[in-house]
T-cell receptor, first 116, second 114 residues
Framework: AQSVTQLGSHVSVSEGALVLLRCNYS??????LFWYVQYPNQGLQLLLK??????LVKGINGFEAEFKKSETSFHLTKPSAHMSDAAEYFC??????????????FGGGTRVLVKP | KAGVTQTPRYLIKTRGQQVTLSCSPI?????VSWYQQTPGQGLQFLFE???????NKGNFPGRFSGRQFSNSRSEMNVSTLELGDSALYLC?????????????FGPGTRLTVL
């Protein structure tokens, strides 16, 4: 079974500083990888996804992530944090096996606090 | 296009009751998935429906069930509610239900079991 690990359940950054959220997956076959963001009392919104194309993926709101097969990682970064980035971020994977449909397995989430 | 809608947004029930939650996917999307979100267990997959058929199921008891209608709208039902069923229930839709598809999430239904 797939599993996803997000290192750090809470991250605090200063406005303007680098945001780095870590995600590692466990799978011998690279899955499809996603980063979602959740604002309070809302559903999840896709930031970006990796589907076997370019290993450096650019998403919305200035976020990007790099797929590293050798490290089974898909870390999310943003060069300069903004107050509006305060939210909870989830890394998720889905299987490339068509029979698995599009079931997402999520990491535990990382809550980002942005300090002025 | 309108996004994924879920009704009701908030629900309060008592133990032993049953509840039905509704999800309307984005127009043209054929796959609907349901997830449970709790502080302790995080986000967990419940089931996925595609063309009115349950294609995948998570590790939840039989009290959790669902269905999909011909217009792709979906409902999930929880019978004999337990306190631990209190959660945010999220519905997501995608065009074909393929692994690479982006899933679009609704705002969720917040269920509180007393």
């Amino acid at each position: 079974a797939q599993s996803v690990t997000q290192l750090g359940s809470h991250v605090s950054v200063s406005e303007g500083a680098l945001v780095l959220l870590r995600c590692n997956y466990s799978s011998s076959v690279p899955p499809y990888l996603f980063w979602y963001v959740q604002y309070p009392n809302q559903g999840l919104q896709l930031l970006l996804k990796y589907t076997s194309a370019a290993t450096l993926v650019k998403g919305i709101n200035g976020f990007e992530a790099e797929f590293k097969k050798s490290e089974t990682s898909f870390h999310l970064t943003k060069p300069s944090a903004h107050m509006s980035d305060a939210a909870e971020y989830f890394c998720a994977v889905s299987d490339q096996d068509a029979a698995a449909g599009n079931k997402l397995t999520f990491g535990g989430g990382t809550r980002v606090l942005v300090k002025p | 296009k309108a996004g994924v809608t879920q009704t009701p947004r908030y629900l309060i029930k008592t133990r032993g009751q049953q509840v039905t939650l509704s999800c309307s996917p984005i127009s043209g999307h054929r796959s609907v998935s349901w997830y449970q979100q709790t502080p302790g267990q995080g986000l967990q997959f419940l089931f996925e429906y595609f063309s009115e058929t349950q294609r995948n199921k998570g590790n939840f008891p039989g009290r959790f069930s669902g269905r999909q209608f011909s217009n792709s709208r979906s409902e999930m039902n929880v019978s004999t509610l337990e306190l631990g069923d209190s959660a945010l229930y999220l519905c997501a839709s995608s065009p074909q239900g393929a692994g690479a598809d982006t899933q679009y999430f609704g705002p969720g239904t917040r269920l509180t079991v007393l």
